[in-house]
């Protein structure tokens, strides 16, 4: 009897693993399959590019005021938005109706984006103070272009960024406006043990290499969640792919896709730096020789953090607008949005564009 019950247990566990193993070719044949209908998607992004205005080593300014007239007034508020160093521009400028930058200056706002590029020769050698002063020498430019005060807004990484550059020049913003902008590396480590575990090797990497390649970057985020990749492209398989919907997917697919690898002693300081020493949360965090501290910044701010950003904990972003070591001037404001969405989803037009252009026009 004994003998019948472990056949029966032995037969059973093979029928299980049989499962199982059908189960998972089904899934990667479902995968692959929308990876090739991905691949083979005619939609491509067509939007002009509005002019560039300033330029230094590979960073350019784009004057997204000439997309529209309400933004070439001479009352209209010029605004400096600075995106992730990773990650290029584009997701604020997806399409013709989902373009945040074109929402603000149909709005009377003069938008100058901040286009970092790729780094060659000069910017291999860049840390994060050096991508600060450029981004103050361009500030500077708004600033005179527009013969007033500019305001700050902030993406992402390109948010961290513009909080050093205002506590450097503090009198030459009008406000500071930070959307899904990581700050307290600490805060939140769900999610980046991958991230943390392998910084030192990584950061070795790059100082070996000079950069940080965009395939490390891309798998870095594939870590945050190693499932999304299954789901996503098997979502997008069962589209209509003459839909909108699935160009739009094609559209964010390219640009999660382009982006520009980090500089060496970039990516050195965000891997150990940030998320090893959590430098910026504890108030350590050094650029031109003066500690980024928060508290001490009394520029006027927005800060938004969206509830389900699995790229930026949303606590992270959160410690920029604590009562008590945050931004001492910050209006908080909570999004039921992703990281991604916020920009970019039939949502964000009314939960974060609208909010924030309302903010910025009236500085």
Known sequence: MAEVDALERRAGAGKFEASLHREIGRRMARLADGVLAYRG??????????????REGETRLLDFGATDRAARSRTARAVLVVP????????????AEKSLLRAMAAEGLRPYLVDWGTPRAEERDFDLAAYVARLDRALAFVARRARRRPAVMGYCMGGTLSVALAALRPRRLAGLALLAAPWDFHADKTGHAFLLSTGPLLADLADKA??????????LFWSLDPWLAMKKFGRFLGLDQRSDQAGEFVLLEDWLNGGAPLAGPVARECLIGWYGDNLPGTGRWIVDGRHIVPRKINTPALVMIPSGDRIVPPRSAAALADPERGLPNAIRLELPLGHIGMVVSSRARELCWRPLIDWLKAR
């Open 41 to 54: 998607h005619p939609v491509r992004r067509m939007l002009d590019e509005p002019p560039t205005v300033w």
């Open 84 to 95: 992730s160093l990773i990650n290029r521009w584009e997701v604020l400028d997806l399409t």
């Open 210 to 219: 000079g950069e940080l390649p965009v395939d490390i970057l891309q798998t």
